[in-house]
């Protein structure tokens, strides 16, 4: 298969652990004979440092026209968080999701078995959790109408969502379900919010499309205890942008580190992947981020397009670096490698499957493996 991506590695960390990404990606393309065409573009901070413009017509128009988009990080704290107008690099992100149509946020939640003494929750809550959070993701509270008033001193945003809306991202929850343990909760405020009372209409509307799936529903307050008490509960969670955006990334901190959580967001023809963290602009440079949830971010893509024995090897890739304790230091504060050295180990690992003899702690740590 030939795929060309669109690489927009973005700010702060994104750099490198897109480099990892890719790293995977070639390795696969290496072993399953196929051609990963990769071309870079600017967004974000970086792009309104050498453009003027957090999402540059180029950029655009290159994502525009490939096959798929994999994302690093935006973000950079010199431009504060003033995200109303192109003047705020998170704001070209927005304006991609917008314009590639890309409504649906994708974030699985499955704890490798070799993190769950890292997560903070007691080792009984995380053992078997297994869930996916389904975000609409470009309506809603970011994309309404934003008003402030001549003194500064009064200010709203609207929410709103069409029945339209609703109705995409909800079939493709209820798909998930069915492929997977058959329960869906929706997340909503309908209890004070008439924009969720139509989610709970249209939602359990569809719901009749799918009698095999158990529909419950959550206010979002509750969905943020239970997802933190009782997570195994969960299947399929369905939400909108605001509600789903909070609780996946508190959601986060089951795996032990946000630098674990890869993402998907899909629309009618296009589809990016991103890793869930942020930019960490504090740890650019410094080969320290966790590439984990870049490198995962590759798997969904090549799962996106069907290659799903690929996206299982990077997946057994991670598992085995786990394994063999070659991890940043967000999950051993001990550790002697970094960024760089854990993404040669899951690309050395997907181009030697049955042979680890050649690693060793000193030459990896040296940044003397395979792939360079």
């Given at each position: 298969?030939?795929?060309?991506?669109?690489?927009?590695?973005?700010?702060?960390?994104?750099?490198?652990?897109?480099?990892?990404?890719?790293?995977?990606?070639?390795?696969?393309?290496?072993?399953?004979?196929?051609?990963?065409?990769?071309?870079?573009?600017?967004?974000?901070?970086?792009?309104?440092?050498?453009?003027?413009?957090?999402l540059p017509e180029q950029t655009l128009?290159?994502?525009?026209?490939?096959?798929?988009?994999?994302?690093?990080?935006?973000?950079?704290?010199?431009?504060?968080?003033?995200?109303?107008?192109?003047?705020?690099?998170?704001?070209?992100?927005?304006?991609?999701?917008?314009?590639?149509?890309?409504?649906?946020?994708?974030?699985?939640?499955?704890?490798?078995?070799?993190?769950?003494?890292?997560?903070?929750?007691?080792?009984?809550?995380?053992?078997?959790?297994?869930?996916?959070?389904?975000?609409?993701?470009?309506?809603?509270?970011?994309?309404?109408?934003?008003?402030?008033?001549?003194?500064?001193?009064?200010?709203?945003?609207?929410?709103?969502?069409?029945?339209?809306?609703?109705?995409?991202?909800?079939?493709?929850?209820?798909?998930?379900?069915?492929?997977?343990?058959?329960?869906?909760?929706?997340?909503?405020?309908?209890?004070?919010?008439?924009?969720?009372?139509?989610?709970?209409?249209?939602?359990?509307?569809?719901?009749?499309?799918?009698?095999?799936?158990?529909?419950?529903?959550?206010?979002?307050?509750?969905?943020?205890?239970?997802?933190?008490?009782?997570?195994?509960?969960?299947?399929?969670?369905?939400?909108?942008?605001?509600?789903?955006?909070?609780?996946?990334?508190?959601?986060?901190?089951?795996?032990?580190?946000?630098?674990?959580?890869?993402?998907?967001?899909?629309g009618g023809k296009n589809a990016l992947?991103?890793?869930?963290?942020?930019?960490?602009?504090?740890?650019?440079?410094?080969?320290?981020?966790?590439?984990?949830?870049?490198?995962?971010?590759?798997?969904?893509?090549?799962?996106?397009?069907?290659?799903?024995?690929?996206?299982?090897?990077?997946?057994?890739?991670?598992?085995?670096?786990?394994?063999?304790?070659?991890?940043?230091?967000?999950?051993?504060?001990?550790?002697?490698?970094?960024?760089?050295?854990?993404?040669?180990?899951?690309?050395?690992?997907?181009?030697?499957?049955?042979?680890?003899?050649?690693?060793?702690?000193?030459?990896?740590?040296?940044?003397?493996?395979?792939?360079?």
């Amino acid at each position: 298969m030939n795929l060309k991506v669109a690489v927009l590695s973005g700010d702060g960390i994104g750099p490198e652990v897109i480099l990892q990404a890719k790293k995977a990606l070639y390795a696969v393309g290496v072993v399953y004979e196929h051609d990963f065409i990769f071309e870079d573009a600017l967004i974000g901070a970086v792009a309104l440092d050498k453009t003027g413009s957090s999402l540059p017509e180029q950029t655009l128009n290159l994502c525009l026209n490939t096959d798929a988009v994999l994302l690093g990080a935006i973000g950079d704290p010199k431009y504060g968080v003033d995200t109303a107008s192109d003047s705020g690099p998170e704001n070209g992100l927005l304006k991609l999701r917008k314009e590639l149509g890309l409504f649906a946020n994708i974030r699985p939640l499955k704890p490798f078995k070799g993190l769950l003494d890292v997560s903070p929750l007691k080792r009984e809550i995380v053992e078997g959790v297994d869930f996916v959070i389904y975000r609409e993701l470009t309506a809603g509270i970011y994309f309404g109408e934003k008003k402030l008033n001549a003194s500064g001193t009064v200010a709203s945003d609207l929410c709103e969502y069409s029945e339209d809306e609703i109705t995409r991202i909800a079939h493709l929850a209820f798909q998930s379900a069915q492929k997977r343990r058959k329960k869906l909760t929706l997340v909503d405020m309908a209890n004070v919010l008439e924009s969720s009372r139509l989610w709970r209409k249209v939602v359990k509307k569809i719901s009749t499309d799918y009698p095999d799936v158990v529909l419950d529903f959550l206010f979002a307050d509750n969905a943020a205890k239970q997802i933190i008490s009782n997570p195994k509960q969960f299947d399929v969670i369905l939400t909108g942008n605001l509600f789903g955006d909070m609780l996946s990334d508190e959601a986060s901190v089951i795996t032990g580190s946000i630098g674990v959580l890869p993402s998907a967001s899909l629309g009618g023809k296009n589809a990016l992947f991103e890793p869930v963290h942020g930019s960490y602009p504090h740890a650019k440079g410094r080969n320290i981020a966790n590439p984990f949830a870049a490198i995962l971010s590759a798997a969904m893509l090549l799962e996106h397009f069907g290659l799903t024995e690929e996206a299982k090897k990077i997946y057994e890739g991670v598992e085995k670096a786990i394994e063999y304790n070659v991890v940043t230091i967000d999950l051993n504060s001990d550790t002697k490698f970094g960024t760089n050295e854990v993404g040669e180990f899951v690309s050395n690992f997907i181009l030697n499957k049955d042979d680890l003899m050649y690693f060793n702690n000193d030459n990896v740590h040296l940044g003397q493996s395979t792939i360079v």
